[in-house]
């Protein structure tokens, strides 16, 4: 009976993770147009916009960071290295969510800004995550708001290791903030072809009331 017991509550519990997990939207189907992306997920747009009046950094630099880092997966982590091929073992990091986080600054952030209910696995506060870090990394190492790329280089190595110059050595780091920086500018030109649509979309939104 006890042993029933156990397996009905087991079943429910994956269940209920399974219904949690339903919850995050699936990946834009086209990450290479931002209008798409925000069309698919109008919420996201937002996020991105509510982050950009807060902290600065523009809106297709935040996308452009997560696009590189999770390719909008909202609960993707680096995989297990394998033993024998087949047997898993440790993540190569604590990395986590549509910013790829990592467990000591998330948590800085968390205690920071973000609350202790802010979770990686939420646009809202990846979005605003980014910006955090970014107004950061403009602070510490004096790296403009418009310039994903070295944006991307501190983000990816940190404010002292960017400033050491840690990415010199890094080739794929440079090749993904290369990256970064084109796929931003794609971004801003396409928002700027459509953002009205997400500026003014709710009922109340009309003249000095849409931001």
């Given at each position: 009976m006890c042993r029933l017991l156990r397996a009905g509550l087991a079943a429910g519990a994956l269940a209920l993770l399974g219904g949690c997990a339903a919850l995050a939207p699936s990946p834009p189907a086209d990450q290479s147009n931002l209008c798409e992306i925000f069309r698919e997920q109008p919420r996201w747009y937002d996020h991105a916009k509510a982050s950009e009046e807060r902290w600065g950094t523009p809106i297709a630099t935040q996308m452009a960071i997560i696009q590189q880092e999770s390719s909008f997966q909202s609960h993707v982590r680096p995989p297990r290295k394998r033993y024998l091929g087949f047997i898993p073992g440790p993540r190569p990091s604590s990395a986590r969510g549509y910013a790829q986080a990592l467990d000591p600054v998330w948590g800085e952030y968390r205690e920071e800004e973000g609350g202790a209910l802010a979770r990686r696995s939420h646009m809202k506060h990846a979005t605003?995550?980014?910006?955090?870090?970014n107004a950061r990394?403009?602070?510490?190492?004096?790296?403009?708001?418009?310039?994903p790329e070295h944006l991307y280089l501190a983000y990816h190595e940190g404010a002292g290791g960017y400033q050491r110059g840690s990415y010199r050595g890094k080739p794929a780091v440079q090749r993904a903030a290369r990256q970064v920086a084109a796929r931003a500018s794609r971004y801003q030109a396409q928002l700027a072809s459509c953002e009205e649509e997400f500026r003014c979309r709710r009922f109340y939104q009309f003249g000095p009331f849409c931001r």
């Open positions: 605003d995550f980014i910006g955090w870090y990394s403009r602070r510490q190492a004096g790296i403009s708001l418009n310039n």
